[in-house]
């Protein structure tokens, strides 16, 4: 779990100097710890050197891609990560979320839209200054809880399961609302997750990504999908 610094640490991983160097300047002129990376070895440098709020990664990097190096990010930490693609990329913008990826933005991008997707995205991740829900802050279903506090989903069998911040957020939300059906309009706006506007599989690949991590082969689907609505959380969730 990546710790949230008042600023905020991002990590920018790009081989484009320029961007580095502008979008480090811009950020650091709001208040923002930098650190900037031109590839898979130096990335790997800094996140060993000491934790990151937030990663901005470029999809085209030279050896391992940015989408190779979100999966091995992925493998060990829920950082939240901000790809950088190319405009109109949709495959790509797909393929990242899928992998874990909590937002995109296409290049060529506005630095104050980035910043706005930054602040969106570590607002979600401070958790207590958004929304514990009321009556206790462990949320129980079909033998899961989920720890509001420390932000933390445990199994049926005690283990701890690795959650996105979008994964995160979307399972609050069925939480806060379980046994009704749910647009997806409903689910970003609940979620926090309008920095997806415009792109509406966005909402369908996180609740895909949150199914496989939930569901069992041999137990009942919890997330349902109800054609031409939304989706529908089944278990009765209890508070405590």
């Not at 300047?25 to 790997?44: C, I, P, S, Y």
């Not at 895909?208 to 919890?222: Q, V």
Request: with cysteine; net charge neutral.
């Amino acid at each position: 779990m990546c710790t949230v610094s008042p600023e905020g640490h991002i990590l920018i991983v790009d081989d484009d100097a320029e961007i580095r160097r502008l979008a480090g300047k811009f950020l650091r002129e709001h208040g923002h710890k930098v650190t900037a990376a031109q590839d898979a070895r130096e990335m790997r440098e800094a996140l060993a050197t000491g934790p990151v709020d937030l990663i901005i990664l470029d999809v085209m990097l030279p050896g391992a891609s940015g989408l190779d190096l979100c999966r091995e990010i992925r493998r060990t930490s829920d950082v939240p990560i901000i790809m950088l693609t190319a405009r109109g990329s949709d495959i790509d913008r797909i393929v990242g979320l899928e992998l874990g990826a909590d937002d995109y933005l296409a290049k060529p991008f506005n630095p104050r839209e980035l910043l706005a997707r930054i602040h969106a995205v570590l607002r979600r991740m401070r958790g207590p200054g958004g929304r514990v829900p009321p009556g206790g802050t462990l949320l129980g279903f079909s033998g899961w809880t989920l720890d509001t506090r420390r932000r933390e989903l445990t199994n049926p069998d005690g283990a701890v399961v690795d959650l996105s911040t979008g994964e995160y957020d979307l399972l609050l939300t069925f939480l806060e609302h379980p046994q009704r059906v749910l647009t997806r309009d409903q689910l970003m706006d609940a979620a926090k997750n309008r920095t997806a506007t415009g792109f509406d599989r966005a909402i369908d690949i996180q609740v895909s990504r949150l199914r496989k991590k939930l569901d069992s082969p041999d137990g009942p689907e919890m997330v349902k999908t109800v054609r031409g609505a939304g989706y529908f959380f089944a278990p009765e969730v209890a508070r405590s």
